[in-house]
């Protein structure tokens, strides 16, 4: 363990359903980060938040909605997605936004039928 | 726009073979420079982090360095191992700044 926990690990979810995504640390870290790895595709970066507050919302489609009621805890909430959005999701942390240096959780592998 | 390239996108070595993966940046500014590992289906593990003000850092059989004037790092795995198959990433940092990720070297270690 890295210190990021994220569940589930796995994830199937129809279209017209609603589900979350969850990631933890407890590294005393500040930021927090989803990013997003589909097939052969480089890191997306979808938002960031920085002391509980978002700072960057990478042009994600709506039916993304993170949730960061904490510095220790971020959720994404999945509602209407679509196939194309299968991919495994990454949840960062870092100690600032000062590129001190990432630590990731071990992502959950989302697959939309 | 910052920009990170790592060359090659593959490589396939006999086991025990030295080698050498590549990364440049092209943000002169650079605060520092985090390599990872990512096995297949798997979160990143961060295997090696140099601050701009260093030239290298070693934790076993990997030595990275980073050379900010060229706008290069190098990953120098020694005594390549099956084990070391995965795709390493390398991501550059700056103050305030989102990490910005190269697309990754896949490596396959051949027994």
């Known amino acids: 363990e890295t210190g990021v926990t994220q569940t589930p690990r796995h994830l199937v979810m129809g279209m017209t359903n609603k589900k979350s995504l969850k990631c933890e640390q407890h590294l005393g870290h500040n930021a927090m980060y989803w990013y997003k790895q589909s097939a052969k595709k480089p890191l997306e970066l979808m938002f960031v938040?920085?002391?509980?507050?978002?700072?960057e919302n990478n042009s994600v489609p709506s039916r993304f909605s993170p949730e960061c009621p904490n510095s220790s805890h971020l959720f994404l909430h999945l509602h209407t997605l679509q196939p194309e959005d299968s991919a495994l999701y990454l949840c960062?942390?870092?100690?600032?936004?000062?590129?001190?240096?990432?630590?990731f959780g071990s992502g959950t592998r989302l697959t939309v039928v | 726009k910052q920009e990170v390239t790592q060359i090659p996108a593959a490589l396939s070595v006999p086991e025990g073979e030295n080698l050498v993966l590549n990364c440049s940046f092209t943000?002169?500014?650079?605060?520092?420079l985090q390599w990872f590992r990512q096995d297949p289906g798997k979160g990143l593990t961060s295997l090696l982090l140099?601050?701009?003000?260093?030239r290298e850092q070693t934790s076993g059989r990997l030595n990275a360095s980073l050379d900010k004037s060229s706008g290069r790092s190098t990953l120098y795995i020694a005594a390549s191992q099956p084990g070391d198959s995965a795709t390493y990433l390398c991501?550059?940092?700056?103050?305030?700044?989102?990490?910005?990720f190269g697309p990754g070297t896949r490596l396959s270690v051949l027994p």
């Open positions: 943000d002169s500014a650079i605060y520092n």
């Open positions: 960062a942390s870092s100690r600032e936004r000062d590129g001190y240096g990432y630590t």
């Open positions: 140099i601050q701009s003000s260093q």
């Open positions: 991501a550059e940092g700056n103050y305030g700044q989102n990490f910005v």
């Open positions: 938040y920085n002391f509980k507050e978002q700072t």
